[in-house]
Every structure is written in C-alpha cells, then in structure tokens.
C-alpha cells in the first residue's frame, strides 16, 4: 500500500514539475516577445505543440492525424531572412525524410497575402522526390521591431496513404485547420 501511494505520488510530482517547468518556459518566450512586439496565436485543435526547430525561436503544430503541421517563429532584427528559409525548409525535409542530404531542387512560387494581414509576403516552397512531395507555405510580415514567420507544410505520398498531409491550393486556401490557425494570428504593432 505504501508502495503504491509512493509510486502515485512521485508520478503526480513529475507530472506537477513538469507542467510548472512547461509555464515558466511559457511566460519566459512570451515576455521575451512582448518587448519585441505584440502577437498572439491560438494553437490548432488536434495538433501537438513542439519547439521550432530554427533556433527555437517559436513553435510547431504537428498535426496528430495527418503528415502535416504549422508553426509560428520569428526572427530579430539583424538576421537573415533567407536563413530563415533554408532553416525551415531544412527542418520540414528532416522531419519526413530523418538523416538524408538536404536537397537543393526545392521550387518557390507566390502566394498572395491573407487578408487583414499587414505587410505579409507569402512563398510556396515544394519539394518533389523518393515517392512523395512536401510543400512549405511561408507566410511573413514586420511587428515592430521583429519579422514574424508562420506557415503550413504537409507531406504526401505518390501512391496515396490515409496519414498523407492535404496540399494547400495556389490561393493558400483549401485546409480549414491551417485557416483556422491563420486567422488567429492577432499582432498589434
């Protein structure tokens, strides 16, 4: 009996450290980007929330069903912004395909701009090889001093499976869970 209470009462405070260690992490980001600018975003149902893979300057949305995700960084100012790029695309590519070279045929396309989002440029990235494709939607616009990327990638495969991500269209439109998180974004300059 007291074993159990024992063992019960550990797990209750790892699972207690753990979620203190997730807030604080949580308000250290969050007031690290209130003296940069304002912004907000609201997570996607179904999706599990990651770090950013690029200098863990934000996070990723893996969608729980699907070969898909979205995420949310950022950049200061002083950086590159087509380091940014080739980071994220280098991350979505290492996500599906863990350990292989990174290509160097990916193709870039113009998105428009969502409306009601201010100074946004937007980029259709897509990689096409080893039986599947993955697209990268790159969305990103200036909040005071810092430039805000957020974006959607899937992954499909040339012989259909039920987990393959939906493609965005040529508009960015076409998947309601990335529209959802799109229309989230609040920013206050």
Not at 23 to 28: E, F, L, M, R
Not at 44 to 69: L, Q, Y
Not at 138 to 161: N, V
Request: glycine fraction near 8%.
């Amino acid at each position: 009996m007291k074993t159990r209470f024992a063992q019960t009462g550990l797990v209750a405070l790892v699972i207690l450290l753990g979620a203190y260690a997730s807030s604080v992490q949580a308000q250290q980001v969050t007031q690290k980007v209130e003296q940069m600018g304002n912004f907000r975003v609201d997570p996607p149902e179904g999706c599990s929330i990651t770090k950013f893979p690029v200098d863990n300057r934000g996070s990723m949305f893996i969608d729980d069903d699907k070969t898909a995700g979205m995420f949310f960084a950022f950049e200061f100012p002083g950086d590159n912004p087509a380091t940014m790029t080739e980071k994220m695309k280098a991350a979505v590519f290492e996500r599906y395909f863990p350990g292989q070279p990174q290509p160097s045929n990916w193709t870039a396309s113009a998105l428009p701009a969502h409306p009601g989002m201010v100074n946004e440029t937007a980029i259709l990235h897509a990689f096409a090889g080893d039986g599947a494709e993955i697209q990268l939607a790159e969305y990103a616009m200036t909040s005071g001093p810092i430039r805000i990327h957020y974006g959607y990638f899937a992954l499909r495969h040339a012989k259909k499976k039920k987990k393959d991500g939906p493609f965005l269209d040529l508009s960015g439109g076409g998947v309601p869970k990335f529209e959802t998180f799109w229309r989230s974004i609040t920013l206050e300059n």
